[in-house]
């Protein structure tokens, strides 16, 4: 079902537009206004939207004409592809529950689930817990974005000899290129993914070589932890030093306020992390982290990425969220403090879910914020998005008004994943927000791109 809407800036006026069967180019002459589709939710995936990402469209998706994304449900659990055509039209294709992975059944995806997208092998990733075929264990499923195929690699099942550490939710991930370390066999030509669950770290060198049939033998170290940091969050994989080697960065926490109040941004290099003859069989200590970061509250890098906001400088910035005090932070490249980013609405989850990426042409990325539990308009967890331009050192809202839905429901948390996705080959960017069973896509957003992709004008 689609059902094309429009919103005023500011107002956020969602107002039904017309049926589906609308041609968008009805719209043509609304040159002050925002234009979003928004997609609901197919097969009954109750919250489809969990997660979005964009994916690159090429000649084998929509040859260059639109947008291709990726869309997680989580109950029940299910995979979706959205795409986008040059007549800015959708079509969504779907697998879910046993079907996705026929070895073995799995449990429901969390509410925040682990997930990445590599843009570059058009792949994707996400992280859950085996269900009734196994006894629970970790494992992360890649997708090749094209066609929903599981062929890239068999999922990858957490079992080590410690039956605990096994059973360690993903709760990040990242695809990457890492240099070797440990005497882990690394082919070049193949990526390796990095996940974070629980205490533990792995680094899964060349994750997509078939001939790997023991996830065993995975590298993987285990972090100190103290009850008040025995949470992992997100991870994030770059050159955060500025010594052209990648770091890996991870969020720790505790897991309940009554455990801790503050939590942790861990930068890891990549030799802290992999160590000789410790696999996720039988995992050793991770050296200590060479950079710890506290924050003062419990969920530090809920949300992370990195990102050059200045594209002159090739170490990158840090962006960590810590969803339960409103608060972004962010790290650039040789600042001794972080950059604190909030809003006045408590309670809001203001960070989320991040998203980076270029909006209004100019090669520097824009940050994106969700605030999904945002009570804006008096509605009870509506949600809203923020975003914000980088200029010289600091962070500015483009909008005095965030992005929101009006006529809003209870419980529609707008904002709850977000995404930048390239169309077509035009070199411009679109923005795409997630809700409760619902996701939006931008084909015009004044102030950031106020000529419609779709055709330029
Ligand atoms: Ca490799
Ligand atoms: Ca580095
Ligand atoms: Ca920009
Ligand atoms: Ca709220």
């Given amino acids: 079902m689609v059902t094309r809407t429009r919103v005023t800036l500011g107002l956020a006026g969602l107002l039904a537009g017309g049926a589906g069967a609308c041609n968008w180019t009805t719209f043509d002459d609304l040159s002050s206004e925002v234009w979003v589709e928004r997609v609901n939710n197919p097969d009954d995936s109750r919250q489809y939207g969990v997660a979005v990402g964009a994916l690159p469209d090429t000649a084998d998706t929509l040859d260059g004409q639109g947008a291709n994304l990726v869309v997680l449900g989580r109950a029940k659990l299910m ?14 294709s779907s697998v879910g529950g ?5 070895a073995f059944m799995f449990d429901d995806l969390p509410a925040k689930p682990a997930f990445a997208v590599d843009p570059t092998d058009h792949r994707f990733a996400f992280g859950s817990l085996t269900g009734n075929t196994l006894a629970g264990q970790a494992f992360i499923g890649v997708m090749d974005g094209d066609n929903l195929g599981v062929s890239v690699a068999p999922a990858r099942v957490f079992i080590g000899s410690d039956m605990a550490l096994s059973m360690l939710a993903p709760t990040g991930i990242a695809f990457a290129t890492i240099p070797d370390a440990g005497g882990f066999t690394n082919d070049p030509g193949l990526g390796e993914l990095v996940v974070a669950r629980g205490s533990e770290l792995d680094v899964m060198y060349d994750y997509a070589n078939s001939a790997i049939t023991d996830v065993g033998t995975f590298a993987e170290c285990k972090q100190a932890t103290s009850r008040a940091t025995e949470q992992s969050f997100e991870v994030a994989v770059a050159d955060l030093e500025g010594d052209a080697a990648p770091e890996i960065a991870v969020g720790m926490g505790p897991r309940s306020a009554t455990d801790g109040t503050t939590s942790e941004i861990r930068i890891y290099q990549v030799g802290e992390v992999v160590k000789n003859q410790s696999t996720v069989n039988l995992p050793t200590n991770c050296d200590p982290p060479s950079t710890t970061i506290s924050v003062p509250a419990i969920d530090a890098g809920f949300s992370m990425l990195s990102a050059r906001f200045d594209p002159a400088v090739t170490q990158a910035a840090l962006v960590y969220s810590a969803p339960s005090i409103n608060t972004v932070f962010v790290r650039l490249p040789g600042a001794t403090d972080p950059l604190q980013i909030t809003v006045p609405t408590t309670g809001s989850t203001f960070g989320y879910a991040l998203a980076a990426g270029d909006l ?5 990325p824009e940050l994106v914020i969700g605030a999904p539990k945002s009570d804006l308009s008096g509605t009870t967890d509506a949600g809203a998005v923020y975003i914000y331009r980088y200029t010289a050192g600091a962070f500015a809202q483009v909008s005095a008004a965030p992005l929101q839905v009006s006529s809003p429901s209870a419980g529609d948390l707008f904002g709850k994943s977000v995404a930048v996705a390239p169309w077509g080959k035009t070199g411009q960017n679109v923005l795409v927000v997630g809700g409760e069973g619902k996701v939006f ?12 992709v779709r055709t330029g004008r």
């Fill in 441 to 452: 896509t931008y084909f015009r957003l004044p102030g950031l791109y106020d000529d419609d």
């Fill in 360 to 364: 209004d042409g100019d090669d520097v």
């Fill in 98 to 102: 046993q079907a996705i992975f026929p």
């Fill in 79 to 92: 995979v979706s592809t959205l795409r986008y055509g040059g007549d800015g039209k959708h079509a969504v």
